[in-house]
């Protein structure tokens, strides 16, 4: 049976419109609604098939973002991107399939794109992430190529600025999940501490639908490992943290009941920790279907 062509593209459109949004659920919808473009389309209009679809999704991530900004201007507390699967299981559990740069698609570096607009990021991401060539850039975004190199210099400018100097290995940064896991567990602040930047930060997103959820960044040491700590002891009997893979890097799954309440991610720098997010809002939590955890399991108990 003969595949449609769109197929061979789906992942790569998925890639990009995850990068753009910061949500895998709206991606998806994003790849949707171009396919249904593609179809109603003649294909003798069609010169390059990768560059019309992509075109297509560049300008549905643009218009989104445009109307996103007023709801993100509302949302309560501090936004986070979705996280996604990544690893053994990325294949069967989102379309990323083969297209994964760890970096690109960490935490981190999807916080740090949200402080590009719009078009800085599609450029950025296009050129530096999925190799398009400037002419390619211009058409898809209809600037010319002169306009898209300083729009890419611009971005790559405050991307080098403020990303890690120094970032860990997948190896490394699962050493650092196990001894956080492990001061965290025991409650020991001082532990706790001691794994953390000066300068740390604690995010929680819990988008006005969790209680306890703070409404701010907890920034600080001291504050920050005093803020893990009260997440633990608010934590019911029970309630398991599993190490899995998302977005490209070990991070911890958070379950209550059995049911998926939250996803901590470590960002680190070196060898301490220089960020904490916790993703707790359940629209957020809504398209994950982890396997059986093939990691370490930390439980809460009496």
Not at 245 to 256: H, K, Q, V, Y
Not at 271 to 288: E, F, G, M, Q, S
Request: aromatic fraction near 8%.
């Amino acid at each position: 049976m003969q595949t449609d062509p769109f197929e061979e593209y789906r992942s790569l459109l998925f890639a990009i419109a995850y990068r753009m949004l910061g949500s895998a659920m709206e991606a998806e919808d994003i790849v949707q609604e171009a396919y249904l473009r593609y179809c109603a389309t003649p294909p003798a209009s069609i010169r390059t098939l990768k560059s019309f679809l992509t075109t297509i999704v560049h300008h549905l991530c643009i218009d989104h973002l445009k109307s996103a900004q007023v709801r993100r201007e509302n949302y309560v507390g501090p936004w986070l991107p979705e996280p996604i699967i990544t690893g053994d299981d990325a294949a069967r559990m989102s379309p990323l399939d083969q297209i994964i740069d760890r970096e690109s698609i960490s935490m981190a570096f999807l916080v740090l794109l949200e402080s590009l607009s719009p078009l800085e990021r599609a450029v950025f991401l296009l050129r530096e992430v999925f190799d398009y060539a400037y002419a390619e850039i211009a058409q898809i975004t209809g600037r010319d190529e002169v306009a898209c190199h300083q729009l890419f210099s611009r971005a790559k400018k405050h991307i080098r600025e403020n990303r890690p100097r120094f970032p860990t290995s997948p190896e490394a940064h699962m050493k650092m999940v196990g001894r956080f896991m492990d001061a965290f567990i025991a409650g020991d602040i001082e532990g706790l501490t001691s794994l953390m930047a000066e300068d740390v930060t604690v995010w929680s997103d819990g988008g006005g639908k969790v209680s306890g959820a703070a409404r701010h960044p907890i920034r600080g040491r001291a504050k920050g490992a005093r803020t893990a700590i009260n997440l633990i002891s608010s934590a019911p009997e029970g309630t398991t943290f599993e190490v899995f893979e998302a977005n490209g890097l070990p991070a911890l799954l958070i379950r209550i009941k059995g049911q998926i309440a939250g996803v901590l991610t470590l960002e680190v720098e070196g060898d301490l920790i220089c960020a904490v997010r916790n993703v707790a809002n359940p629209d957020k939590l809504a398209h994950l279907h982890p396997s059986s955890p093939s990691g370490q399991v930390w439980q809460i108990r009496s």
